[in-house]
């Protein structure tokens, strides 16, 4: 197998200004060319930890991969520093001259000379063209081993990767790596493991199940690595099938972390549609079901009915029942649920309506309460939960409870 690291480099990623996303990126183009991702790290713009941090990936990798400090700005230093450690010397590399000054004369802005210094590259790496931006990407090679230094800006990395892969493969022939990821609602983590602890410890060796909750949901990754394709295709089709039968009273769908993608799989193929009302969560279930591409097909929307007035004005929800029951409710959620199913003409409806905190809870109905109601031309019922965490988290535990409790009503 081929080992693989990741350096990030920047200030910005270590005091949590900026979320680290390329390295989640890279490694799973790396992972799908077929290299194996040994480690990744962060550290800041300074040319002795570059340095020290290269060194030790090299010792435990084939190839190392490295982002950030490649800007014509003064903190920019990691080409430089590169130079150094592999003994080169900065020189105009005439191709990225005019790759970047034809760059700026398509954005109608003029070339200076700051600008003319991103085309100094070390003379004895080879450039990996930057067809997104300026900064050009780096190779160099030593003792069989590959560095690739390639700008921090997102896009400009992505744009660099798939020349970044086939360079590794002219050097190194990646081995065979399929990762199955399937999500189960419905059960806990420690329940889930459990049920499939005899299924785990028969796993040959070269197959590793992994465990990734989420708030209120599972996702199992089995994960098969071998140089025989389709001894390890064939193997993954005769787990996964295994694991399925063990658990597939909970499983919720493949390769997703959605349950919302789940839900709209079964509302398109019953040809009906869903609308939802929101009060606590405040659009969050329509927002999770308009991430998925062709919600449209099912989805018809939402009324983020936060105050009171809207309930019962948009909802029809009656001032008694409020009054008399309080917003966070069983009636309250059931009449909701109703309500916004009629308004929008829909096959089913999801509502919420709780305390999302910190503040406003009481004895009887402490912070974290909440109701979430279903809806169908059969039936409306509610159930009552208590989420007792932070705001953000209350409100993703919510909405997909409130999504599986909707999934497992429609599979029925």
């Known amino acids: ?62 190839v190392v991969l490295i982002t950030g400090g490649l800007g014509p700005t003064k903190d920019d230093i990691t080409k430089k520093t590169l130079a150094d450690i592999f003994g080169g010397r900065l020189v105009e590399n005439e191709q990225v001259r005019m790759h970047v000054e034809n760059y700026f004369l398509r954005m109608g802005k003029p070339f200076t000379q700051t600008n003319r210094e991103q085309a100094l590259v070390p003379d004895n790496c080879k450039v990996v063209f930057n067809e997104a931006g300026t900064a050009p990407g780096m190779c160099f090679e030593k003792n069989g081993k590959l560095v690739f230094s390639m700008p921090g800006v997102p896009f400009e990395m992505k744009a660099m990767m798939g020349k970044v892969t086939d360079i590794i493969r002219e050097h190194f022939k990646g081995e065979c790596i399929i990762h199955k990821t399937m999500l189960f609602a419905g059960i806990g983590e ?72 789940s839900v709209g799989d079964v509302l398109r193929k019953k040809g009906m549609t869903v609308s939802t009302a929101e009060s606590c969560t405040g659009g969050n279930i329509a927002h999770l079901i308009t991430l998925c591409s062709g919600s ?51 096959d089913y409806s999801i509502v919420t309506t709780g305390i999302a905190g ?26 009552r939960f208590v989420f007792q965490t932070e705001r953000e988290n209350f409100i993703e535990r919510t909405s997909n409870q409130a999504l599986m409790m909707l999934f497992e009503e429609i599979r029925k």
Do not use: H
């Open 1 to 62: 197998m081929v080992r693989t690291e990741i350096i990030n480099i920047g200030d910005e990623l270590l005091i949590g200004q900026v979320v680290n996303t390329n390295a989640s990126y890279m490694g799973r183009v790396l992972n799908d060319a077929g290299f194996d991702v040994v480690a990744t790290s962060v550290i800041g713009d300074d040319a002795e930890q570059i340095k020290q941090s290269l060194n030790i990936a090299m010792e435990r990798a084939d």
């Open 190 to 261: 420690s329940f889930l493991a459990d049920m499939l602890k005899s299924f785990e410890e028969a796993l040959p060796q070269w197959i590793r199940l992994a465990y990734l909750p989420k708030a209120g949901l599972v996702r199992l990754r089995l994960t098969a690595k071998g140089s025989d394709k389709a001894l390890v295709e064939s193997a993954m089709e005769e787990q996964t099938k295994k694991l399925l039968s063990i658990a597939a009273d909970y499983f919720a769908g493949f390769q997703t972390d959605n349950i919302a993608k």
């Open 296 to 346: 449209s097909d099912y989805y018809k929307g939402s009324v983020v009915c936060y105050s009171n007035s809207v309930k019962q004005e948009v909802l029809k929800v009656s001032g008694d029942t409020l009054e008399k029951e309080g917003a966070v409710s069983e009636e309250v959620a059931k009449s909701m649920a109703c309500g916004v199913r009629k308004l929008l003409k829909t």
């Open 358 to 383: 910190p503040s406003g809870g009481s004895n009887t109905k402490p912070v974290g309460t909440v109701w979430i109601a279903v809806s169908s031309k059969e039936r409306t019922f509610a159930q």
